[in-house]
């Protein structure tokens, strides 16, 4: 089992509104990511995940706010997010970085538009 | 700074081979990724090289050479369903994983 799984797949969200993105693997990866992507650019990083320790933050606004509750699971959660934040984020995890081989797979995506 | 790069764009022909070069600067590296992205889809994972030299995957070959900064990414025996985006990364010395810019490949039948 290669899969990354990513709900909910659409959201639209005001700008006062709180929600979560939810990204779930079974592959035993102990490396998640969270990666923002804009149309016709490349995923840009946000958050990774080592351990269930949060290991790297890339100067993202407290306006979104990771969370790893277990090595399985990895959330993100939004609030008060602007329409520029609008975007595809993508979940994706790795075995333990540094391994002399790696993998790393990428969930489908949740297309978020903030209106 | 970090610098990933690899041509915009590139076209080939159906059945033909394609190489698409990716150079890099960073800080430190400890791994180089290669994705295949079709249009409003997720990235896919192709390979991870973190030796010298190539590492084959069926129609798809994947070079390193850590000492030029130069990876390469071999297409054989193209087929139409292999018109994407094709993504080069690289993992630096505190684990970040950053993407060049993609190069879209097209195929002509």
């Known amino acids: 089992d290669t899969e990354v799984t990513q709900t909910p797949k659409h959201l639209v969200m005001g700008m006062t509104n709180k929600k979560s993105l939810k990204c779930e693997q079974h592959?035993?990866?102990?490396?998640m990511y969270w990666y923002k992507q804009k149309a016709k650019k490349p995923p840009e990083l946000m958050f990774v995940?080592?351990?269930?320790?949060?290991?790297i933050n890339e100067s993202v606004p407290s306006r979104f706010s990771p969370e790893c509750p277990n090595s399985s699971l990895l959330n993100l959660h939004l609030h008060a997010l602007q329409p520029e934040d609008s975007a595809l984020y993508l979940c994706?995890?790795?075995?333990?970085?540094?391994?002399?081989?790696?993998?790393?797979?990428f969930g489908p995506g949740t297309r978020l538009t903030v209106l | 700074g970090q610098n990933i790069d690899q041509p915009t764009e590139m076209t080939a022909t159906e059945g033909a081979i394609v190489q698409i070069n990716c150079t890099y600067q960073?800080?430190?590296?400890?791994?180089l990724f290669w994705y295949q992205q079709h249009a409003g889809e997720a990235p896919t994972f192709l390979s991870y090289?973190?030796?010298?030299g190539l590492e084959e995957k069926g129609r798809f070959s994947s070079f390193l050479s850590r000492s030029k900064g130069y990876s390469y990414l071999l297409l054989k025996e193209l087929q139409m369903k292999d018109s994407a985006s094709y993504l080069c990364?690289?993992?630096?010395?505190?684990?970040?994983?950053?993407f060049g810019k993609g190069t879209r490949l097209h195929i002509l039948p």
């Open positions: 994706a995890s790795s075995q333990v970085p540094r391994a002399s081989t790696d993998t790393q797979y």
């Open positions: 592959m035993g990866h102990r490396a």
């Open positions: 995940y080592s351990y269930e320790k949060l290991s």
């Open positions: 960073t800080s430190g590296f400890n791994g």
């Open positions: 090289n973190v030796l010298d």
């Open positions: 990364a690289v993992r630096d010395r505190d684990d970040k994983i950053i």
